[in-house]
């Protein structure tokens, strides 16, 4: 059965500093994956997706993912967090349904 | 401007109320989902729509019911709402299956 794990329900880091956020997967065929942002009371926004090909890939507002097949990971970065960042981060997996993960809420202090 | 747009944005009403939630797309998307979002659970999907007429369950779907007649609209139908339907509802629209998927701003519903 396909599902998306989010080990951290919240992070908080220093604005700044660099930011990972964790994501593994569980799916049997090529996931197509994506990281979605979601700010308080509004809906939730692609930050960037992977299908296939290059595995690092790069998103809008300087994230970036790295998808790691042997490590059925893909995993969220920013190397300098800003204090708009802070936000509810979200996982999925498109396999026909969507699957997101219970996403990680990011603080970010000054 | 290329938007899905849900109404009504916040409902409070009563256990056995039949209610409706609107869900439109203006992007000539194909496939069109409902979630509910819930703390310490993130979103779930209802039900889903690849194309007019061709609906499915996704994982949640009790409770609930759809339809797609147009491609634009995909409303959510609770017949005999429950508290436990005490949710916030996001609907999604997208160019088809493992295409990102756009979503509109939610509804809160509170079922009393």
């Not at chain 1, 349904?97 to 970010?108: E, H, I, M, R």
């Not at chain 2, 729509?49 to 759809?66: L, Q, R």
């Amino acid at each position: 059965a396909q599902s998306v794990t989010q080990p951290d329900i919240h992070i908080t880091v220093s604005e700044g500093a660099s930011l990972e956020l964790r994501c593994n997967y569980s799916y049997g065929a090529t996931p197509y994956l994506f990281w979605y942002v979601q700010s308080p009371g509004q809906g939730l926004q692609l930050l960037l997706k992977y299908f296939s090909g290059d595995t690092l890939v790069q998103g809008i507002k300087g994230f970036e993912a790295e998808f790691k097949r042997s490590q059925s990971s893909f995993n969220l970065r920013k190397p300098s967090v800003h204090w708009s960042d802070a936000a509810e981060y979200f996982c999925a997996v498109d396999g026909n349904q969507f699957y997101f993960g219970t996403g990680t809420s990011l603080t970010v202090i000054p | 401007e290329a938007q899905v747009t849900q109404n009504p944005r916040y409902l409070i009403t009563v256990t056995g109320k039949k209610l409706t939630v609107t869900c439109s797309q203006n992007m000539n998307h194909e496939y069109m989902s409902w979630y509910r979002q819930d703390p310490g659970l993130g979103l779930r999907q209802i039900y889903y729509s690849m194309n007019v007429e061709v609906t499915d369950k996704g994982d949640v779907p009790e409770g609930y019911k759809v339809s797609r007649k147009e491609k634009r609209n995909f409303p959510l139908i609770l017949e005999s709402p429950s508290p436990n339907q005490t949710s916030l509802y996001f609907c999604a629209s997208s160019l088809g299956v493992y295409q990102p998927q756009h979503f509109g701003d939610g509804t809160r519903l509170s079922i009393l």
